[in-house]
């Protein structure tokens, strides 16, 4: 057993999607490439205004704790955290102190089957931006995102490695999409991780000197800065030296961590009650509602997949990973399913849901990869995908042709059936027709006959392959081999 154990606890923020600010009613817009224009003098500072609770970031941050099972606050407080920084017009955050929305809580991370304890889920207003342009020697501010509502989760020091900090982090951006309280993009920093770590001597219980890591704006970024850190505090604690408590940023471009300042503490911020905000009395008829009416999140979707499906693991990851991909998938096999025999067997209709899956996670993911496209764009409807499936798996369509088939589907939005008319991509079953196909392909190639003839296995597929590219596909293999056979005795 190692020495030391990894002692890791996560601050994560998000930006929340609701159509306003936290505090005024200027438009919530991420996507807003104008500087300055989403600005009023609420989120701008000025002095004489008076900021206003937006009850739909509240909402969506009750929503996030009932999913993580959290408490719920019958009375809710907005303090002052004061510090000075260029995007911070009033010289203070508006954030949540010692009474948050939610308290308590706790998220599974999928693959590790842990249960992360969650601190707390409060509710802030994020900065405005900075962009420095050094060849002018100027740097300009940017309010848009200036009192834009933040959620910030909390979780207990129950992590203990790199690995486990990234899929938490993964979990909670899937939950935050699944409940459509966040699009949680890492890269255009809608969500943003801090981790803090300390080494704790193996087997004893008080933990030791923690660093805060800043700035980790991918999964990989997490996984790779505590992977790091926990080299660093090593190397330091095993050479007798300690660990200095401070805020560190993780420099992806040199994969190391770097001292930014020495840790400040709470009180340095000198937190205070909002002035301006009486405390908020939470209305749980409306908590009641919102416990009601969750989604399907992804852990049940999870193992519901399991249970309902029998898709392997990482299949099913895939799937509940895009929850439109989720459901596309369900309505497709309820479409493939929806013909069949009354008294199919159990295996027969496991064989129909491994071909949808199988045929979504490589064909038609590698369509919407190959466009950039999402779930919603594409033209295929689930009737149509599902029909198709059910060709395939009735043995209509070889499997080249149902590869033409989905790509004309994809193209035209056609159904499958009227493709297969319109190209002629029927399957050849007839023995004649096919023993045509194979006349001609053996005249063609008179020395791949030749060989096969002297003993070359490998002179027979060629020739069948041959047979597959002048049917384009549709020759039945097992005949096609057969007549072959039987023409080059
Ligand atoms: P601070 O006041 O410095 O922000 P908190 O007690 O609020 O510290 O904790 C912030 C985060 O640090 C939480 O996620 C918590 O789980 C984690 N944490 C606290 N103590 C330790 C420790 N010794 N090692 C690692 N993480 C810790
Ligand atoms: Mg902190
Ligand atoms: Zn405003």
Redesign the pocket.
């Known amino acids: 057993m190692a020495k030391y154990q990894p002692?890791?606890?996560?601050?994560i923020h998000a930006e929340l999607k609701t159509k306003t600010k936290m505090f005024c009613a200027c438009k919530n817009d991420p996507d807003e490439r104008h500087p300055n224009v989403n600005i009023c003098p609420i989120c701008s500072g000025q002095p004489g205004t008076l900021p206003v609770i937006n009850e739909e970031a509240v909402h969506k941050v009750i929503r996030v704790g009932l999913a993580v099972k959290s408490k719920i606050s019958e009375i809710t407080k907005w303090d002052r955290k004061n510090y000075f920084y260029p995007d911070l017009p009033k010289g203070y955050q508006i954030s949540q102190y010692d009474e948050p929305i939610c308290l308590g809580g706790i998220l599974n991370i999928p693959g590790f089957e842990k249960n992360i304890k969650i601190?707390r889920v409060h509710l802030e207003e994020d900065t405005g931006r900075l962009a420095h342009f050094g060849h002018i020697g100027h740097s300009l501010v940017d309010f848009n995102r200036a009192g834009v509502p933040l959620m910030e989760l909390?979780?207990?020091?129950d992590l203990n490695s790199g690995d486990e900090a990234s899929a938490f982090a993964q979990e909670l951006q899937l939950l935050l999409r699944y409940l459509g309280v966040s699009d949680a993009d890492m890269e255009k920093g809608q969500m943003r991780v801090e981790a803090?770590?300390?080494l704790k001597v193996a087997g004893e219980k008080e933990?030791?000197v923690?660093v805060e890591i800043k700035n980790l704006n991918s999964f990989k970024a997490v996984r790779d800065a505590v992977n790091y850190e926990i080299k660093r505090q090593t190397a330091l604690l095993e050479s007798g030296k300690k660990v200095v408590q401070e805020t560190r940023g993780w420099n992806e471009t040199n994969g190391e961590t770097v001292s930014q300042r020495i840790?400040e503490e709470?009180h340095d911020y000198r937190y205070f009650p909002e002035p301006d905000l009486p405390p908020l009395k939470i209305n749980f008829a409306v908590v009641e509602e919102f416990e009601k009416g969750l989604p399907e999140l992804p852990a049940d979707k999870r193992k519901r997949f399991k249970s309902e499906y029998k898709l392997t693991a990482n299949q099913i990851d895939i799937l509940i990973g895009d929850e439109k991909l989720a459901g596309f998938f369900e309505n497709v096999v309820s479409e493939s399913l929806s013909n069949i025999e009354p008294d199919m067997v159990e295996k027969e209709k496991q064989a129909i849901v491994n071909l949808a899956a199988n045929y979504m996670l490589s064909d038609f993911l590698g369509l919407l990869n190959e466009a950039s496209a999402e779930v919603d764009d594409t033209r295929i409807g689930a009737e149509n995908f599902g029909e198709w499936i059910e060709l395939i798996h009735k043995g209509a369509i070889t499997s080249r042709a149902a590869k033409d088939i989905l790509k004309e589907m994809w193209a035209s939005g056609k159904d499958p059936s009227q493709i297969i008319e319109e190209k002629n991509l029927d399957q050849i079953e007839d023995a004649g027709a096919i023993e045509k196909i194979a006349s001609k392909v053996i005249a063609d190639n008179p020395k791949a006959a030749e060989d096969y003839k002297k003993g070359k296995e490998t002179s027979l597929q060629f020739l069948v392959g041959a047979v597959m590219r002048e049917s384009r596909g549709t020759a039945r293999v097992e005949i096609t081999v057969d007549i072959l056979k039987k023409l080059l005795k």
């Open positions: 002692v890791i606890g996560l601050e601190t909390v979780t207990e020091p803090n770590l300390s933990f030791g923690k840790k709470s």
